[in-house]
């Protein structure tokens, strides 16, 4: 039986891209799934088409920038399931641009989404994983997280952000059994460029995505460090297109 047969599994942004590749492997692993994303439509459709499969998947409609929301979300999670052993925060945005095109509103997205989104998520789960000494939150950065060019600034900060969170996260909570898991994707083919302003660099950062890899192969990694046994944390991955230089 697999390691993630029956474990409660929050995600966040489901309804594309990374999200919703993984919300896919892992219901074909049997995980107990709780969805999350923004856009309803979405979510009923993934939702029909796991249970045909087969799977088991609730959601709920949730904005990740929002901690009253996600606490309703971990609630729920509870309420259905009764426990939350794995959550997952996926949900991000990247509006790229150079920091003097003063773009404040998605400097503000970018710092609610991917950042406080991420921390909504960990204080969500948090009690009641520290409570049964059990529990894995996994978070999505990426090689931006590691890496700084020419319009990444503020996406690239909120990425080291959440690295550095998660990081100190393991530490304060490696002794209640509670793992972490830092994805660091490389260049992925979803929506997430979709959303670039500027558009002429939308234009060529959609011309360096050429080499982007399906999102399936990221919700793989993030089935192997779930199926690990408990005593073994997979802490950090990276993951890029074999081509993908930086
Ligand atoms: N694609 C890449 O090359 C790449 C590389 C490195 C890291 N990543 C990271 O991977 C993660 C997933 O991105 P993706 O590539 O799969 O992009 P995507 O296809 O654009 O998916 C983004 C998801 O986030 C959700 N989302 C955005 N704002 C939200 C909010 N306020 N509340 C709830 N959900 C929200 C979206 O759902 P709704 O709009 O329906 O809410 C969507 O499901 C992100 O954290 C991204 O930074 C991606």
New binding site residues.
């Given amino acids: 039986m697999s390691n993630i047969q029956d474990k409660v599994v929050i995600i ?9 590749s993984t919300a896919k492997e892992l219901a074909s692993k049997g995980a107990k799934l709780v969805m ?4 309803e439509e ?2 009923i459709k993934l939702q029909e088409e796991i249970q045909m499969n087969g799977g088991q998947a609730i959601y709920k409609v ?4 929002s901690h009253e929301q996600m606490e309703e979300l971990a609630n729920y999670a509870l309420k259905e399931f009764g426990k939350i052993d794995v959550m997952i925060n ?5 509006p790229l641009s150079s920091v003097h095109e003063r773009k404040i509103n998605e400097w503000d ?1 970018m710092i ?3 950042v406080k ?1 991420v921390l909504y998520g960990i204080a969500a789960v948090l009690p009641s994983m520290r409570e049964r000494k059990e529990g894995h939150i996994i978070i ?5 997280g590691h890496l700084v060019f020419p319009s990444s600034s503020v ?1 690239s900060g909120t ?1 080291f952000a959440v690295r550095a969170i998660t990081e100190g996260l393991r530490q304060e909570e490696c002794n209640n059994n509670i793992r972490t898991t830092i994805i ?12 670039i302003s500027n558009s002429e660099l939308k234009a060529s950062i959609k011309e360096q ?1 050429e080499i ?1 890899i399906d ?1 399936a192969n ?1 919700a793989r990694a993030i089935a192997f460090a779930i199926e690990q046994p408990s005593d073994v944390a997979i802490n950090e991955l990276i993951i890029r297109p074999t081509i993908q230089q930086l």
């Fill in positions: 966040t942004g489901v309804s594309s891209g990374i999200g919703e999350a994303a923004r856009r979405r979510l949730t904005d990740v920038s996926n949900a991000g945005v990247m997205t609610d989404v991917n989104g999505v950065s990426s090689v931006a996406y990425k660091c994707p490389g260049s992925v083919a979803t929506e997430l460029t979709d959303h995505s982007a999102p990221i």
